[in-house]
């Protein structure tokens, strides 16, 4: 990838990766019955606020210290109306609105303070892995840093978009560790909730292997021919 681009303003389709993101809260309703979605701006901040322009509101942080970090900075500058949190990276094009509403009709209907979006992979590619239990119950979310020598068979991974009840948010981001990198991990808020029991809920990615990460061109390459695909699919489906 080029690192001289923030990788949110890398292209897909000559469209940068986060214009499918702000997309879909688009077609869900922010920025007109939902307020503007809020985006962390850190590295290459000038660049991202230029490229989105009004359709997003910002924060910054102004030092990266990780993606738990950044959840804070975003937290403390929403709205105190706000109650229910969607959080999403900025790099993930291919989660759809269908998933993100589908997120959080789950989150309503079951009251569950926080809702993963999950899939199974035969390989997890270096993306997190969800820990359950014996009964099933998500226990915790494994960064590659933090996961033992991976086994043979599917994996499920966490696809880093999540909604939570601000509350929950608001009272474990403060209490997470620093990691040997100095950062701090959003995950680690799954591990402190499933400590206290906290309900968790899953929905599942569809088409999950398609879907992953874009983290090398070879990523990219998967990632746009996925997009043409589903685009053949839609017009297909339009008339």
Same mark, same amino acid.
């Given at each position: 990838?080029?690192?001289?681009?923030?990788?949110?303003?890398?292209?897909?389709?000559?469209?940068?990766?986060?214009?499918?993101?702000?997309?879909?809260?688009?077609?869900?309703?922010?920025?007109?019955?939902?307020?503007?979605?809020?985006?962390?701006?850190?590295?290459?901040?000038?660049?991202?606020?230029?490229?989105?322009?009004?359709?997003?509101?910002?924060?910054?942080? *102004?030092?990266?210290?990780? =993606?738990?970090?950044?959840?804070?900075?975003?937290?403390?500058?929403?709205?105190?109306?706000?109650? *229910?949190?969607?959080?999403?990276?900025?790099?993930?094009?291919?989660?759809?609105?269908?998933?993100?509403?589908?997120?959080?009709?789950?989150?309503?209907?079951?009251?569950?303070?926080?809702?993963?979006? *999950?899939?199974?992979?035969?390989?997890?590619?270096?993306?997190?892995?969800?820990?359950?239990?014996?009964?099933?119950?998500?226990?915790?979310?494994?960064?590659?840093?933090?996961?033992?020598?991976?086994?043979?068979?599917?994996?499920?991974?966490?696809?880093?978009?999540?909604?939570?009840?601000?509350?929950?948010?608001?009272?474990?981001?403060?209490?997470?560790?620093?990691?040997?990198?100095?950062?701090?991990?959003?995950?680690?808020?799954?591990?402190?909730?499933?400590?206290?029991?906290?309900?968790?809920?899953?929905?599942?990615?569809?088409?999950?292997?398609?879907?992953?990460?874009?983290?090398?061109?070879?990523?990219?390459?998967?990632?746009?021919?996925?997009?043409?695909?589903? =685009?053949?699919?839609?017009?297909?489906?339009?008339?």
């Amino acid at each position: 990838m080029n690192a001289s681009t923030p990788k949110v303003l890398q292209p897909v389709l000559d469209r940068p990766m986060i214009w499918y993101v702000l997309n879909a809260l688009r077609e869900l309703g922010f920025g007109e019955s939902a307020p503007k979605p809020l985006l962390v701006v850190g590295h290459g901040a000038e660049q991202v606020r230029a490229a989105v322009g009004s359709h997003a509101t910002f924060a910054d942080q *102004t030092e990266q210290r990780g =993606t738990g970090h950044a959840a804070a900075v975003g937290v403390a500058a929403l709205p105190q109306s706000i109650n *229910t949190v969607l959080v999403l990276h900025g790099d993930e094009p291919l989660v759809e609105a269908e998933t993100l509403a589908a997120m959080l009709q789950t989150a309503q209907k079951t009251g569950a303070p926080i809702v993963l979006l *999950t899939g199974s992979v035969p390989d997890s590619h270096g993306l997190g892995v969800v820990r359950r239990s014996a009964a099933g119950r998500v226990v915790d979310l494994l960064q590659r840093s933090e996961m033992p020598e991976p086994g043979e068979g599917a994996v499920e991974i966490n696809f880093g978009a999540y909604v939570f009840d601000r509350r929950v948010l608001e009272e474990a981001l403060p209490l997470l560790p620093v990691n040997p990198d100095g950062e701090y991990y959003l995950t680690h808020v799954v591990r402190w909730a499933a400590q206290r029991g906290v309900e968790i809920e899953t929905v599942p990615m569809p088409e999950p292997g398609d879907r992953m990460g874009i983290n090398d061109p070879d990523q990219l390459r998967r990632a746009e021919a996925f997009l043409r695909r589903d =685009t053949v699919v839609h017009s297909g489906n339009s008339g």
